[in-house]
């Protein structure tokens, strides 16, 4: 990580770090679930716990090789896990896609959100091709629950 100045998550997260003793309880108990009431406290939990790449990571996490997960719509855990995987190198040519010409509610030059990105993966075949799944079909979208399951993540 880089010296760059502290981002308003990284301060908000180093206030949540000292006001629940999280580093202590995660070496103790494995892991710390925070909920986003107590991260509302600092800070919108949207803004807080959405790390799409590592390098998105508050320092206070990278620093102490820590990972956040959602375990439910309030919750979160924290813990010494494997939550993101470095791509190996992959030289293959690349396949250019159209959408296909009758589809006129997407502009392909105006991509502006992932679902419309979603929604062009679908039309244009790639998600089905990488999926090896002709005859894929999208039925659901937007933000729903999945109920209960059971996951292994590494540590």
């Given at each position: 990580m880089s010296n760059a100045p502290k981002s308003l998550n990284d301060a908000a997260w180093e206030k949540l770090f000292d006001k629940y003793d999280i580093l202590d309880k995660i070496?103790?108990?494995?892991?710390?679930?925070?909920?986003?009431?107590?991260?509302?406290?600092?800070?919108?939990p949207r803004l807080m716990a959405k790390f799409d790449h590592i390098i998105n990571l508050p320092k206070i996490f990278f620093d102490n090789q820590l990972a956040i997960l959602p375990i439910t719509?309030?919750?979160?855990?924290?813990?010494h896990f494997s939550a993101y995987h470095k791509f190996e190198n992959y030289n293959s040519q690349v396949t250019k896609v159209s959408l296909p010409a009758y589809i006129q509610s997407i502009d392909s030059n105006n991509i502006y959100s992932e679902s419309i990105a979603l929604n062009c993966a679908v039309a244009t075949g790639i998600v089905a091709e990488f999926l090896q799944d002709e005859n894929l079909v999208s039925t659901v979208s937007g933000r729903?629950?999945?109920?209960?399951?059971y996951f292994d993540i590494d540590n």
């Open positions: 070496n103790t108990q494995g892991r710390y679930v925070i909920s986003t009431a107590q991260i509302k406290e600092f800070r919108e719509r309030g919750d979160y855990v924290i813990s729903m629950g999945s109920g209960s399951f």
